[in-house]
């Protein structure tokens, strides 16, 4: 399964985006899906992460300002990001991480896509 990210961009603090992920396959077989992020010169984190009950997971530096869904028929998995600050300055990249929590992933990386908030 290939992912492709899309939707970054550069917004002013309290703007909003939505960030979206296309799977190359179906994803209805895959239990967890999210989104994670990575600064410059910081290790690559999970932000958000929904299972295929719509049950989810936020870090907590994001909790209130972020929202993911999923959507099955799609093979999409979108990003709501809201209040953005420059703390979320990151390049933001999807995949299948192996719980709610999780940190490892089960499909490879694609190439994310860059978000860019000033301070």
């Known amino acids: 399964v290939q992912l492709v990210e899309s939707g970054g961009d550069l917004v002013q603090p309290g703007g909003s985006l939505r960030l979206s992920c296309v799977a190359s396959?179906?994803?209805?077989?895959?239990?967890?899906m999210g989104w994670f992020r990575q600064a410059p010169g910081k290790q690559r984190e999970l932000v958000a992460a929904?299972?295929?009950?719509?049950?989810?997971n936020y870090a907590d530096s994001v909790k209130g300002r972020f929202t993911i869904s999923r959507h099955n028929a799609k093979n999409t998995v979108d990003l709501q990001m809201n209040s953005l600050n420059s703390g979320d300055t990151a390049v933001y990249y999807c995949?299948?991480?192996?719980?709610?929590?999780?940190?490892?992933?089960?499909?490879?990386w694609g190439r994310g896509t860059q978000v860019t908030v000033p301070a």
């Open positions: 995949n299948a991480p192996h719980s709610l929590s999780g940190t490892w992933v089960r499909l490879g």
């Open positions: 929904i299972d295929d009950r719509g049950n989810t």
């Open positions: 396959k179906s994803i209805r077989t895959i239990d967890v």
